[in-house]
């Protein structure tokens, strides 16, 4: 793992990097969990889930999706499509690129049936440069994790 700042920008050498930058973000819930996201389309095999994704989405109004690099396939991040804003791609500030590996934390609370998430943050590594940047963050309904991650 080598996660530093260059410019005042944070450079990850790979997605292991960019979940340690998630943890530690500041001024937010705490981050409890933290996950990448893959593409879940049934084509891919089990064990060759793409993990590189042209991402949109809008911080002010809590709303992501991403393009699955490999098949094309578009997935809403929870109810993004509900209360979608038609945002700009979302392109690296260092390279100019436009695709990303996704990484999310979460917030859960601990009930008597498990963690319940009540937040989540997007974060994007840029598969160029490196460069980790943030995207957006979403209240969550009292979800499961694995509710969560079926739902990114």
């Known amino acids: ?7 005042g920008t944070t450079i990850g050498e790979d997605a292991d990097d960019l979940q340690a930058w998630i943890r530690v973000l500041a001024g937010c819930p705490h981050v409890t969990h933290t996950m990448l996201t893959r593409c879940d389309n049934p084509t891919h095999g089990e064990d060759e889930r793409p993990a590189w994704f042209y ?13 699955c690099l490999s098949c094309a396939v578009v997935k809403p991040m929870l109810d993004s499509n509900d209360n979608w804003t038609f945002p700009p791609m979302w392109m690296c500030r260092g390279c100019g690129q436009s695709i990303a590996e996704i990484g ?3 917030h859960a609370e601990t009930t008597s049936d498990g963690p319940r998430v009540t937040w989540l943050v997007v974060g994007l590594r840029c598969v160029g440069c490196g460069t980790v940047d943030g995207l957006t963050d979403m209240l969550v309904p009292h979800l499961t994790l694995g509710e969560v991650a079926r739902q990114i």
């Open 55 to 67: 991402v949109e989405g809008d911080a002010r109004n809590g709303v992501a999706r991403r393009r």
């Open 104 to 106: 999310i934390g979460a």
């Open 1 to 7: 793992m080598v996660l530093q700042t260059v410019a």
